[in-house]
């Protein structure tokens, strides 16, 4: 067993993390196969423990419909990990949401569209219906939203922090048309992106605190007079918003590790699942026990299976 708490996700132009020591690289086989790429576990200053995962892999060839996100997911919690901080790259829906500030929704809508393996009990006979309706840890939110606001004051270059905003998670992988960013926006939608999902229902299944800290490149496609989103356009702010979310990661992490320790951060997600798997009328297949004990080795182990 690792005892690595906290684990972090980078996207789009964040591949690796700054002043951490390396402490070694794994790449656990989980019952949903390999992780995007090999995680780095590292530790900070401290000798407290992180695993770093690069959602597209450390050469961003994995696109995001097909990222193995159940793998991602059971391959932290194997490790031990509790709570999730993902970065994404996201559009702005928002005229204040300036391309290079930073946003940590609260709400999520699914535009993906049904592709992508979007549960652990998929492909079992093992019923499970997890809570949703506030898809991000809410404590977990509450408390970056202070830490990451000390981070950019710290860093003094004008990053605003948005609270309270609702990404749309759209398959892609071509970017929204201006009708369809129009539409986002009259849905009361803020951001978007093509990653969130199903990462944010996999770590609730798994009993995992998530967040996801945006960074805003673009305008996506609904401001008229403007040009439509284009991956150029993303990258001429990636450079700067990898700088600022390495930057949030060395402010955030070792107090997020204590405070993980202390269970002031998770206490929600732990313990959630047991009131939503389905209870079964029998006893379960070895396979589908041994299978979704690898992620919540609480609620399935060899009393549940059948002879
Ligand atoms: C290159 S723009 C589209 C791409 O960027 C975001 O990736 P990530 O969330 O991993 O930063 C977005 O979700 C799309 O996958
Ligand atoms: N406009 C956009 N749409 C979807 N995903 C994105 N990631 C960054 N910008 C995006």
Redesign the pocket.
Known sequence: MHDVLIGVIGG?GLYHLDNLTHIETVNPNTPWGHPSSPINICSLQSGTKVAFLARHGKNHDISPSTVPSCANIAALKSLGVRAIIAFS???SLREEIVPGHIAIPTQIIDRTKGTRPGSFFDGTRVVAHAAFGDPFGTKLVRWLEVEVENALREQGNGVVLHKDKCIIC?E?PQ??TRAESMMYRSWGADL???SVLPEAKLAREAEISYALIASA??Y?SWRPHAEA?TVTQ?HETLKANAETARHIAASVLEDLHLATVQGDIMSEEKGSMEYSIMPSHGKRSEEDVEKLAYILPEYFGSNDVAN
């Open positions: 789009t790259s996201v559009g759209m892609g970017f929204s978007i992106n093509m490149t673009d996506d989103v993303v």
